[in-house]
């Protein structure tokens, strides 16, 4: 049996499977039951592996063995897998996430703090900076920037990536928010994202930019930190995104500074909401 290999590089990336797994379910979904011997034949999967990976299969809730003998294996249909798979990864992202909360109190996490604490004393502030790729991981940062910042919080985005922003940061604007930080948010307002900045406007002070035609993305926190994106969202893809962020409070806050006197010319959004009612 031939399967493509750009066919079998898709199923390894959605299933999260390996060349092997891939190769073998293809060819049990062909044939709907059948033996290891035979799926290594069809396969092409050395018969040492094929058992392994049957097994690996089977506890992943691709297939199903048979009793008797010789021992057999049946295909589930591919809409079964999907549900089998998507329930195996919410339990086990809830057992992960368990794990780690249960960390918060662990020694270990002490420890590592201890490594940290100890270990950030011989940085030079100019070390104190990484770009970051990729726009989940430019988002994770972001994250805890927002969660570690004491005063202020200022972004600048685009009409995009406002409602991006919504999905990927709200809890972390909400728990700055209770703490007094004080939010700001420009960003060009648009019909497609009116509705988001209204929800935003719930703990964080949102400015239209339409007018001055203003196109960029940066963030600066405590007038000490700042992330800025080096590309435009329209063009790139997520995985190929970049930003830069720097540990600088000169240059943060001569940023900050300059955005004070830019920020007075920008217009609230509650004069600028009405014209998409």
């Known amino acids: 049996m031939i399967i493509k290999e750009e066919f079998l590089s898709r199923l390894r990336k959605i299933f999260d499977l390996n060349l092997y797994e891939a190769k073998v379910w293809t060819a049990l979904l062909s044939r709907g039951v059948s033996t290891a011997g035979e799926l290594s034949n069809i396969s092409d999967v050395p018969r040492s592996r094929t058992y392994d990976i049957l097994e690996s299969l089977e506890k992943k809730g691709f297939i199903i063995m048979k009793i008797g003998k010789p021992i057999k294996f049946v295909a589930l249909k591919p809409e079964e897998v999907v549900e089998r798979v998507k329930r195996n990864l919410v339990l086990i992202a809830q057992e992960k996430s368990k794990r780690l909360e249960k960390l918060r109190d662990d020694e270990v996490l002490h420890e590592l703090n201890s490594l940290f604490n100890n270990g950030i004393k011989f940085v030079e502030p100019s070390d104190l900076s990484g770009s970051l790729r990729g726009r989940q991981n430019m988002y994770n940062h972001l994250d805890m920037l927002i969660r570690s910042a004491e005063k202020t919080v200022t972004i600048v985005t685009t009409a995009e990536g406002l409602n991006r922003k919504m999905e990927a940061l709200l809890p972390a604007f909400e728990k700055a ?38 196109n960029g993305r940066f963030a600066i926190i405590d007038s000490e930190e700042l992330m800025f994106m080096l ?18 409070e000169y240059f943060a806050l001569a940023l900050e500074q300059m955005f004070e006197v830019a920020w007075k010319e920008f217009v609230p959004l509650s004069k600028v909401a009405g014209k998409f009612r």
């Open 177 to 214: 928010r209770k703490r007094g930080v004080a939010i700001r948010i420009a960003v060009p307002v648009i019909a497609e994202n009116v509705k988001i900045a209204k929800e935003m406007a719930r703990f964080a002070e949102v400015k239209d930019v339409s007018h001055m035609g203003i």
């Open 231 to 248: 590309l435009d969202d329209k063009t790139v893809h997520p995985n190929y995104d970049v930003a830069v962020w720097l540990s600088s």
